[in-house]
């Protein structure tokens, strides 16, 4: 994918060993300083991380166009971008998807470590729902932020020398990615309703 920069890599007859090897799934029995809750909350440790690149990506981006409005006044326009009221509406409901995602993923995290702190056992079925609706949504409200930045900045989203058109590109990407894509909103719904999961990350 360009914006992770992600190639697919073929590799034929080729023996790798055991101990170059690791199971898709917490460890079953892990060596000494690795039983801790960041442990058994794997995978959602990685997931989380991927999630946080969203809000800086949107976060970067909600700070550049602020930078921009308070000096650029468009093409045949006589009032310059910070005093027009589309804008600043824009910008601030822009901000508030990157704090909300933010505060989101935070409250998911904590409530996730908690979890598995107090029953010394991996992610319970509530802390994953918590989990991936934190992560979709983080990926889809930063996404929408950005694209509430190319509107307010205009052509200069579009120059390869602004960072605006790979904020839009990279946002984007993220919300592709399988673990925040859409269809995981109807995993977690799956699991609130009590019915068989179908998602390989939340059987952990």
Not at 54 to 72: F, N, P, Q, Y
Not at 98 to 109: I, M
Not at 143 to 169: C, K, M, Q
Request: hydrophobic share 45%; aromatic share 8%.
């Amino acid at each position: 994918m360009r914006g992770t920069g992600s190639s697919d890599v073929a590799v034929k007859d080729l023996f790798v060993p055991d101990r170059l090897t690791a199971r898709v799934g917490p460890l079953l029995h892990p060596a000494p300083g690795f039983e801790g809750p960041l442990f058994r909350m794997w995978p959602w440790t990685a997931i989380l991380g991927e999630a946080t690149v969203s809000v800086g990506v949107a976060a970067t981006a909600v700070e550049a166009a602020v930078d921009l409005c308070r000096t650029k006044t468009p093409a045949y326009n006589a009032t310059p971008l910070r005093e027009q009221q589309l804008a600043q509406f824009q910008l601030g409901k822009a901000r508030a998807r990157v704090e909300a995602s933010r505060d989101t993923l935070h409250r998911a995290a904590e409530f996730a470590f908690n979890d598995v702190e107090r029953s010394n056992a991996l992610l319970s079925p509530e802390a994953k729902i918590r989990l991936q609706l934190a992560v979709s949504f983080a990926a889809e409200a930063c996404a929408e932020a950005v694209r509430w930045v190319n509107d307010v900045t205009g052509t200069s989203s579009i120059r390869l020398g602004n960072p605006y058109e790979r904020h839009f590109r990279d946002a984007h990407t993220l919300l592709q990615h399988s673990s925040k894509s859409s269809p995981r909103y109807a995993s977690a719904g799956r699991l609130m309703l009590g019915l068989e999961n179908d998602w390989v990350w939340l059987s952990f």
